[in-house]
Nanobody, 126 residues
Framework: QVQLVESGGGLVQAGGSLRLSCAAS????????MGWFRQAPGKEREFVAV????????YYGDSVKGRFTISGDNAKNTVTLQMNSLKPEDTAIYYC???????????????????WGQGTQVTVSS
């Protein structure tokens, strides 16, 4: 139904920046929430950020607030995650996600998202 493709991952030194992009194809929900989760080795997937097209709201996990910024283009089927002041603990596979729900009050929950990308590796060296 919907495919999500991430790009922009790579290796960066601590304190540096990376920009991740996610493009949606197939049957999309242009005004529904899209965002990012991440998973480090041995850890559960955690919420990173989401953009909610209704009201143009953006929300972030506590660990990335003030450092990461999520945004979307005019087509509203592509999202970008700008990551600044990266730390070694940011090292993880980053997954783009999308929801079939128009609105969610539990945007931080993995169960709220129907579609997941393959993931892109981000490695931050110390």
């Amino acid at each position: 139904q919907v495919q999500l493709v991430e790009s922009g991952g790579g290796l960066v030194q601590a304190g540096g920046s990376l920009r991740l992009s996610c493009a949606a194809s197939g049957r999309t929900f242009s005004r529904n929430p899209m965002g990012w989760f991440r998973q480090a080795p041995g850890k559960e997937r955690e919420f990173v950020a989401v953009i909610k097209w209704s009201g143009l709201g953006t929300y972030y996990g506590d660990s990335v607030k003030g450092r990461f910024t999520i945004s979307g283009d005019n087509a509203k089927n592509t999202v970008t995650l700008q990551m600044n002041s990266l730390k070694p603990e940011d090292t993880a596979i980053y997954y783009c996600v999308a929801s079939s729900k128009f609105y969610s009050s539990v945007y931080y929950s993995r169960n709220e998202y129907d579609y997941w990308g393959q993931g892109t590796q981000v490695t931050v060296s110390s």
